[in-house]
């Protein structure tokens, strides 16, 4: 069964370094997404993307994010200058698009595991 | 705005027992419902979904979940638990049209005892 994968599993590095986290998307599909997990808090959408823009952001996802579908497979966050609140557990998902209105549903990879210190 | 509730932080069974873990949800219209896994060091895996049609619906690993409009709930069950269900549970809910963008519940951890 095809699934999403994230690179890495686990990062550690310093307040105000740049972190790019990597995801590749089940290949078929065209809806792409962020989100994370404070440890022991909510899962918090970030931020959707679609046709090489973002189509949806929170207000979470501030000027220090950005996302970028650098080629046909890759789906990467930057962090341009980490902070210690930024630690956390980023999941990347992917989905098929849009049909008939029937909703879609996300497929969510095992996650990378940030560590700000 | 919309939200889920999950109540219980933690819930302990016993292995073979029965389990229902509980959602709410406060929305404008019916959402799409969805309850995600977490098994320990893993991602989020979908078992189950909820759009139209069948209130009660199956998903994976044996698991159901029933939708009651009157109670806005959209309750997890599994008639006998195995200890590898020990796992966090998620409840989402996402709008009917536009983005799709789920808001998940706080989870609940599922403790197994042998």
């Known amino acids: 069964e095809p699934e999403v994968t994230q690179t890495p599993s686990h990062q550690v590095t310093q307040m105000g370094q740049e972190v790019i986290l990597r995801c590749v998307p089940i290949?078929?599909?065209?809806?792409f997404y962020w989100y994370r997990q404070i440890l022991g808090q909510k899962v918090e959408f970030l931020v959707s993307?679609?046709?090489?823009?973002?189509?949806?952001k929170s207000e979470i996802f501030d000027d220090q994010f950005s996302v970028e579908r650098p080629d046909g497979s890759n789906f990467t966050l930057k962090i341009r200058s980490t902070k210690l609140e930024d630690s956390a557990m980023y999941f990347c998902?992917?989905?098929?698009?849009?049909?008939?209105?029937?909703?879609?549903?996300?497929?969510f990879g095992p996650g990378t595991r940030l560590l700000v210190l | 705005a919309q939200s889920v509730t999950q109540p219980d932080i933690h819930i302990t069974v016993s292995e073979g027992a029965s389990l229902e873990l509980r959602c709410n949800y406060s929305y404008g219209a019916t959402p799409y419902l969805f309850w995600y896994v977490q098994s320990p060091g893993q991602g989020l895996q979908l078992l189950l979904k909820y759009f139209s049609g069948d209130t009660l619906v199956q998903g994976i690993k044996g698991f159901e979940a029933e939708f009651k409009r009157s109670q806005s709930s959209f309750n997890l069950r599994k008639p006998s638990v195995h200890w590898s269900d020990a796992a966090e549970y998620f409840c989402?809910?996402?709008?009917?049209?536009?983005?799709?963008?789920?808001?998940f519940g706080r989870g609940t951890s599922l403790i197994v005892h042998p």
């Open positions: 998902a992917s989905s098929e698009a849009l049909s008939g209105g029937a909703g879609e549903t996300q497929y």
């Open positions: 993307f679609y046709n090489n823009e973002i189509s949806e």
């Open positions: 989402a809910v996402a709008p009917r049209g536009g983005s799709y963008i789920p808001t």
């Open positions: 290949s078929n599909h065209l809806y």
